[in-house]
């Protein structure tokens, strides 16, 4: 079974640009959620999709947005971006409710110029 | 607000040593504790997910215990591999949040040195 996949793997934007990061579930995984991991905030909660409705939403800017398809796979919007986005942004997916094991992908690196 | 802390932040071992790492929480209304380890660079691993209703829960060379009364889970890893130096991660879903939202800890650095 493919586990989760992100792409890009790499990304380099410039303050103001927008960036949009893309993450497919395990097959049958119908939660996707998001965090951002920096060194000095470690893993921070941005949001969740179940079932292409928003579930769960965690404290940051609207400039940061999701959506999910009805194939379960989840986008990530950043707009404006600004020199302090510069993170690892991981996806994670479970089956249903996400008291299950939540599987994480490899993540995308993005660098704010 | 559920807090989550990871002590040692750092540890340094000899390859073949057991040790044990350490995670609290603040708000024992969690329906699990999940440990991942995370490579530098990389994803997270899931390595075991304890459920509240469960003391322990053991994979190969690792094992996690819950005590929920008290906030506490520790993963002991038996005989030390240079292969398992990474830094080690717990999280929590809060019951009052439905869904997977997950708060983490800092996470310890390990080294196995050779």
């Known amino acids: 079974k493919a586990g989760v996949t992100q792409t890009p793997r790499y990304l380099i934007k410039t303050r103001g640009q927008q960036v949009t990061l893309s993450c497919s579930p395990i097959s049958g995984h119908r939660s996707v959620s998001w965090y951002q991991q920096t060194p000095g905030q470690g893993l921070q909660f941005l949001f969740e999709y179940f079932s292409e409705t928003q579930r769960n939403k965690g404290n940051f800017p609207g400039r940061f947005s999701g959506r999910q398809f009805s194939n379960s796979r989840s986008e990530m919007n950043v707009s404006t971006l600004e020199l302090g986005d510069s993170a690892l942004y991981l996806c994670?997916?479970?089956?249903?409710?996400?008291?299950?094991?939540?599987?994480f992908g490899p993540g995308t690196r993005l660098l704010v110029l | 607000k559920q807090e989550v802390t990871q002590i040692p932040a750092a540890l340094s071992v000899p390859e073949g040593e057991n040790l044990v790492l350490n995670c609290s929480f603040t708000d024992s209304a969690i329906y699990n504790l999940q440990w991942f380890r995370q490579d530098p660079g990389k994803g997270l691993t899931s390595l075991l997910l304890?459920?509240?209703?469960?003391r322990e829960q053991t994979s190969g060379r690792l094992n996690a215990s819950l005590d929920k009364s008290s906030g506490r889970s520790t993963l002991y890893i038996a005989a030390s591999q240079p292969g398992d130096s990474a830094t080690y991660l717990c999280?929590?879903?809060?019951?009052?949040?439905?869904?997977?939202?997950?708060?983490f800890g800092e996470g310890t650095q390990l080294t196995v040195n050779p």
């Open positions: 999280a929590v879903p809060l019951k009052e949040t439905s869904g997977s939202r997950l708060t």
């Open positions: 994670a997916s479970s089956l249903l409710t996400g008291q299950e094991t939540q599987y």
């Open positions: 304890i459920q509240s209703s469960q």
